[in-house]
């Protein structure tokens, strides 16, 4: 098999790889979600800014919220999720307002906001400055 015959070969099974991760990570951030939103802790958060990441999934905006999620009988914290969002339910999710959220009670910073269609939600720490 000299190189020439080979090149279409490495593309496909590098586009077979690539879809695999793709829909493997998809796959994965689903369940995750679905799992906390079943079985996660329930608590209100407040919205503490809303911004948007500049980025779109299917023509609806990827926003980032930060929030301030106030557990019963625990420490409020701030942290913030990544989402993608029907533009109609932008006016929901305002600075102010309180949300139902789930949270793991093992790591605090996985939190999903109930009551939104969205794609799977991303969470990072914020830095406590």
Do not use: C, H
């Not at 000299?2 to 077979?16: D, G, H, K």
């Not at 301030?68 to 989402?83: A, F, G, R």
Request: charged content about 25%; proline content about 5%.
């Amino acid at each position: 098999m000299n190189s020439q015959s080979s090149f279409p070969v490495t593309i496909v099974a590098a586009s077979i790889i690539i879809g695999a991760v793709f829909i493997w990570t998809n796959f994965f951030s689903e369940s995750e979600e679905e799992s906390l939103l079943s079985s996660g802790m329930q608590a209100d958060a407040e919205i503490l800014t809303i911004a948007n990441s500049g980025n779109r999934y299917d023509k609806e905006p990827r926003i980032v919220l930060k929030l301030k999620v106030i557990p019963v009988n625990e420490e409020p914290y701030e942290t913030e999720v990544i989402m993608v969002i029907s533009q109609i339910n932008i006016p929901r999710l305002q600075p102010g307002k309180i949300v139902k959220v789930r949270y793991d009670k093992k790591d605090k910073m996985k939190v999903v906001i109930e009551g939104t269609e969205s794609i799977p939600q991303q969470t990072e720490k914020v830095s406590e400055d």
